[in-house]
């Protein structure tokens, strides 16, 4: 599963090395672990807050985006003047446009110089073809037009600013240090309650679930790569035209 990572064997490697070292050398540790679990949640629940916001406001533009390049699709369709051969044209920019953009999320690569050159296409085809687009269309053209390139920026911005950097380190410093420390205390209130293999089991349960949710909130962070399963999922937003 992509929610599985290097990260998370290795929190899992260092509670069941922290269980073993209290065994062995019996060292025991007797503390409330309310501290240490508000510093564990309150980063990564805020941080997981702010990828599901991003992840939300990104299907927002796609849609914002998408809806705009399918009304200058009409608008052209709709134009009386533009012959078939021209109108076949305008559907081919406007692809193009649409698969440039996908394609720039995908990759996570935050130039927006190819986009620009896409749109660009938009406008030099209205230039060649003025006189054959009336007022009324060039004005709805450009009208949606600007919700393309707000809805392409915004996205594009995604790629580059990601949520704030210090609260997902704290949140990861937290885990590390709970998966250190959580096993010794497990042993002192077990140890003569329960068998041995079940202490072990207890010990990484917990530090294996907030890595779960850390990565989960690693993949809600950058929902282009097509990597995890909560990721958007891009090519239903192609314009198919």
Same mark, same amino acid.
């Given at each position: 599963?992509?929610?599985?990572?290097?990260?998370?064997?290795?929190?899992?490697?260092?509670?069941?090395?922290?269980?073993?070292?209290?065994?062995?050398?019996?060292?025991?540790?007797?503390?409330?672990?309310?501290?240490?679990?508000?510093?564990?949640?309150?980063?990564?629940?805020?941080?997981?807050?702010?990828?599901?916001?991003?992840?939300?406001?990104?299907?927002?533009?796609?849609?914002?985006?998408?809806?705009?390049?399918?009304?200058?699709?009409?608008?052209?369709?709709?134009?009386?003047?533009?012959?078939?051969?021209?109108?076949?044209? +305008?559907?081919? &920019? /406007?692809?193009? #446009?649409?698969?440039? $953009?996908?394609?720039? !999320?995908?990759?996570?690569?935050?130039?927006? *110089?190819?986009?620009?050159?896409?749109?660009?296409?938009?406008?030099?085809?209205?230039?060649?073809?003025?006189?054959?687009? +009336?007022?009324? &269309? /060039?004005?709805? #053209?450009?009208?949606? $037009?600007?919700?393309? !390139?707000?809805?392409?920026?915004?996205?594009? *911005?995604?790629?580059?600013?990601?949520?704030?950097?210090?609260?997902?380190?704290?949140?990861?410093?937290?885990?590390?240090?709970?998966?250190?420390?959580?096993?010794?205390?497990?042993?002192? $209130?077990?140890?003569?309650?329960?068998?041995?293999?079940?202490?072990?089991?207890?010990?990484?349960?917990?530090?294996?679930?907030?890595?779960?949710?850390?990565?989960?909130?690693?993949?809600?962070?950058?929902?282009?790569?097509?990597?995890?399963?909560?990721?958007?999922?891009?090519?239903?937003?192609?314009?198919?035209?």
């Amino acid at each position: 599963m992509s929610y599985i990572n290097i990260r998370t064997f290795a929190v899992v490697a260092l509670s069941l090395i922290s269980c073993y070292l209290s065994y062995k050398f019996n060292l025991r540790l007797h503390f409330s672990m309310v501290l240490l679990g508000l510093a564990v949640a309150f980063p990564l629940a805020n941080s997981i807050q702010m990828a599901f916001k991003r992840r939300e406001k990104a299907l927002e533009y796609l849609a914002l985006f998408k809806s705009a390049l399918l009304t200058i699709h009409y608008s052209f369709r709709m134009s009386k003047k533009l012959d078939a051969e021209k109108k076949a044209e +305008s559907t081919t &920019i /406007l692809n193009g #446009v649409c698969d440039t $953009l996908l394609q720039l !999320l995908k990759t996570s690569n935050g130039n927006m *110089s190819n986009v620009k050159a896409e749109t660009d296409k938009v406008m030099q085809f209205i230039e060649r073809n003025r006189e054959e687009i +009336s007022a009324r &269309i /060039l004005i709805r #053209v450009i009208r949606y $037009l600007k919700d393309t !390139l707000d809805g392409a920026t915004y996205l594009v *911005s995604l790629t580059a600013h990601r949520t704030i950097l210090g609260l997902r380190l704290l949140a990861i410093f937290s885990i590390v240090l709970f998966s250190a420390l959580h096993p010794l205390m497990m042993v002192y $209130l077990l140890k003569d309650q329960m068998p041995e293999w079940t202490v072990y089991l207890c010990c990484i349960f917990g530090p294996l679930l907030l890595i779960t949710l850390y990565n989960v909130q690693a993949h809600l962070e950058y929902p282009f790569d097509q990597k995890g399963a909560d990721d958007i999922k891009l090519d239903e937003f192609k314009l198919n035209i």
